[in-house]
């Protein structure tokens, strides 16, 4: 009988999904440069909400993309997505918490259901 194994970023939305993680767990990155307003890259975004999940949840670290760069000032909000082996996805909503000087803080929350991955027909 086969072994069916979950992928990472699978067992991550899986645990998401079941209610595993903090509603909203917070998070700080620093910045670089001497900005008005710190910006933290989509790069920088992704790599940290990912970490942040995979800590939270024990599993590997999750593929994350994030669309645009992440403004350091508070209420500022920008939608991450998790994407699993299957295809499947998980939104990840990221808010600007506070800001003290280059160090932007956040709130990260994921979606309650993930999307299922689009059959190939």
């Given at each position: 009988m086969p072994i069916t194994r979950l992928s990472a970023a699978a067992s991550i939305a899986s645990a998401l999904a079941a209610g595993v993680l903090l509603v909203g767990c917070s998070v700080s990155a620093s910045t670089?440069?001497?900005e008005s307003t710190p910006k933290l890259s989509?790069?920088?975004?992704?790599?940290?909400?990912?970490?942040k999940l995979a800590a939270t949840t024990g599993q590997p670290t999750p593929h994350i993309t994030c669309p645009e760069d992440l403004v350091g000032k508070v209420g500022?909000?920008?939608r991450c997505k998790l994407t699993a082996d299957d295809g499947s996805t998980l939104g990840v909503s990221v808010t600007v918490s506070s800001v003290e000087g280059s160090q932007i803080n956040f709130n990260v929350k994921a979606d309650?259901?993930?999307?299922?991955?689009?059959?190939?027909?």
């Open positions: 670089h440069g001497a989509a790069d920088k975004l992704a790599t940290t909400v990912a970490k500022t909000t920008t309650d259901t993930p999307t299922p991955a689009r059959s190939a027909n």
